[in-house]
Each structure stands twice: as C-alpha cells, then as structure tokens.
C-alpha cells in the first residue's frame, strides 16, 4: 500500500478540535559522536507527537542520501573496520576529525534533510489543515524515519508526482536555482561549476540553457563530457585531460565566467579556477601591474566532499574573493516571493528541469549495512542512494 491509498479522513478534524489521537511510533535513525571518538549510527523505535500549530505529520515514503547528509551519518569515520549488526553500525573516528567535530559530543541527532511522504495528522493553522492527505516533498531534518513532523511552510504538495520524484525536489532544485539567482544579484550572466555531472550540476546545466545563462562546467571522465553535452552544455572541460588548463581557460575566455561554485572545498580545484580566470583577465589587461588584473574573480564554496584543506596559491594578483554558499541562510535572505517563485518552478519542472534518478534503493535497515555505507559514502558521480523507510 502506497501514501496515497492511506485511511486519513479524520486525524486532521481531531486535531483542529483538539482531540488527541493516540501515539504514532515507528523507526528512525539517530547517530552519536562520543568524545572519545565512537561513532554509533542506530534505529530506535519512536513515539511522534501530535503536530502542533503549523506542523504537518508526514509518513516517509522515499528520502536520498546526499553528501550534505553524510557529514554527519559517516563523517570521516573507519567504516572499513567498523562494527555492523542489524540495523546499527559502531565506528571509529580519526582523531583530527573527531576534534573538529567536538561541538556534537555527545548529541544524539537525528539525520535525513529531505524527503516525500503523505501527511497524516495537522496541526490547526490553515495552512497545516491544507495538507491533509496529501503527498508532499518536506525537509524536516530527520528523513531517515518512518514519521517526520514537518513545518507546513516548508512543503511542497507533489500533486500526481510520487515520492521517488519528489524525494529530492529541494536541496539539489533549491541550491542550483539559487546559484542562478545569486549570480544574477551580482550582475553576472556566467558561472562555472566545479562538479558538473553530480545531480546538482545536471540541473545547473538545465536550469542554464533555459535562462540563457552562461555555464562552464568541470568533469572528470569523457563519459561525463558527453552526458552534459546531451543536456546543452557547450562549455564542459575534461579535468583529466593534459590539455585541460587551456581548455579551461579558452571557456572561461568565451563566457566571461570569473563567477563560480565548488562542492569538493579541499585540494587545488578552487585555487586552478582562479589561476585560468586571471589568465584571460591578464590578456585584457592594457598594462603590467605587478598586482595582477582588476577583474573580480569570485569562487564560492558549498561542501566538503575533499575534508582535506583548501590550497590557495600567489598566483592571481589580489582581485580574488573566497566565500562559503549554504542554501538555508541564501533562502532566508531571498524573501518569501522569490522563494516562492523558485518552488513553483521546481513543482512544475519535477521530472525534467529537476529530474533526479538513484543508483538503489534501500530500507532503514539495508542504509546500515557495509556494503550499503562503503557504497553510498564514496559519492560516485550518477550513484545516489534512495531510503524507502517501508519497502
């Protein structure tokens, strides 16, 4: 039995009456970080409450595991090594990782950012009652559940679009609409990507061809070239390829792009961006300055899949500015209307514009198991993993 077909007609009138119903329990998902460095990651059975005011209560259908979830399920952990037995998982973090993540010793946290399911129980503000029933994309932060409750502002009614479609209709659509909107602030119409075939880049790639906007995107493999050229990219460079830094440099030159975004943080990426920026911003340069060029030259950070540090070299004058990007600070500056905005779109896109497709599925209790987590951690371009909490 699927969300849809679900008996729901009189939880959400209970609710606006103020009758309690009885307690919804089901499995979900913790990870702890102990000081000494014991990561246990482990299902626990739960008791949910009733949703208050503008919270919906929404039975998990399907939630993806994206490399903003594992930082803090796996982390830098040895999962090679680590102890597995049905439904949990106890590993060892490294010293200088556990170090950095003092802050969470500890805390019991729950994991998951996004998912779809069918609301069951609503709180009795208006808008929590208008989602009675209905299948809806949300990001409660515990995803990986059986329940989650969810603020109603935060969901998108997903209409006739199953759950699989809608699990992943916010971090990757929301993050790549906002990279758009964010250049387009600064008065920019070009970006470059660092990680061009990821999901996320897919829909950067659509989202630019259909906006007019310019886009260089950086691939490791020929495979990945032609991928992004099927979907309108004419500027993909192959980082593995000897001639790349010119190749780079020659899209850089055709687009104007001295704005761009990185998802991997450590290691050279950032820092070889940079370089073949100032190198078609020095041909422009009508003197020498022993400075470097003029031209602004911006690169924005949004994860960490190399924890390893970020190299910088003296090699771009001081015209350069290095910042971080995270998706829910960007949406609390934008305002409700653009927002707003940026969500119809993904609704209407859903399975094109926004598609997003999975290397597996997997149940609460198959995400635990080691060859689930040696695969899922690895964060292989095209190969994301799907948790179906009931299957």
Not at 33 to 59: I, K, S
Not at 189 to 194: K, M, R, S, Y
Not at 339 to 363: E, P
Request: net charge negative; glycine share 10%; proline share 4%.
């Amino acid at each position: 039995m699927n969300g849809a077909e679900l008996a729901l007609p009189s939880i959400g009138s209970k609710k606006r009456e103020g009758v309690s119903r009885m307690a919804t329990t089901g499995k979900q998902l913790f990870t702890t970080l102990e000081a000494d460095g014991t990561l246990t990651v482990a299902l626990e059975d739960v008791a949910f409450d009733d949703p208050a005011h503008n919270q919906v209560l929404v039975r998990m259908e399907a939630a993806p595991i994206n490399p903003s979830d594992l930082a803090i399920l796996v982390g830098g952990a040895d999962m090679e090594n680590a102890d597995y037995t049905p439904g949990k998982f106890v590993a060892r973090m490294p010293e200088a990782a556990n170090t950095a993540s003092k802050a969470r010793h500890g805390l019991k946290l729950p994991a998951g950012n996004e998912g779809a399911g069918t609301v069951i129980a609503a709180g009795e503000s208006d808008a929590a009652q208008a989602l009675m029933g209905q299948r809806v994309s949300c990001v409660p932060g515990n995803a990986y559940s059986q329940y989650c409750l969810a603020d109603a502002d935060m969901c998108l009614p997903l209409g006739a679009h199953s759950a699989e479609e809608g699990a992943s209709a916010f971090v990757n659509p929301m993050t790549a609409l906002g990279f758009v909107e964010t250049a387009r602030a600064d008065g920019q119409n070009a970006i470059l990507h660092t990680v061009g075939a990821s999901n996320l880049g897919q829909m950067l790639t659509r989202i630019c061809a259909e906006d007019g906007f310019e886009l260089v995107n950086i691939v490791r493999k020929s495979d990945q070239v032609e991928l992004l050229k099927g979907l309108g990219s004419e500027h993909v460079v192959n980082s593995s390829e000897d001639d790349f830094m010119d190749r780079l440099t020659d899209a850089i030159r055709a687009t104007g792009a001295f704005y761009g975004f990185d998802p991997v943080g450590g290691g050279t990426l950032v820092d070889t961006a940079f370089r073949a920026m100032e190198r078609v911003a020095r041909e422009q340069m009508a003197e020498y300055s022993r400075y470097g060029s003029n031209q602004p030259k911006r690169m924005f950070i949004y994860g960490r899949l190399d924890t390893s540090p970020t190299i910088l070299t003296p090699s771009y004058g001081f015209g350069w500015t290095l910042s971080g990007w995270l998706l829910f600070p960007f949406l609390q500056s934008i305002g409700q209307e653009t927002m707003g905005r940026m969500r119809q779109r993904v609704r209407d896109n859903l399975t094109s514009t926004f598609a997003s497709s999975y290397k597996s599925r997997v149940t609460l209790e198959e995400m635990l198991t080691k060859d689930a987590v040696l695969d899922y951690r690895a964060m292989r371009t095209g190969e994301k993993y799907l948790v179906t909490p009931w299957a």
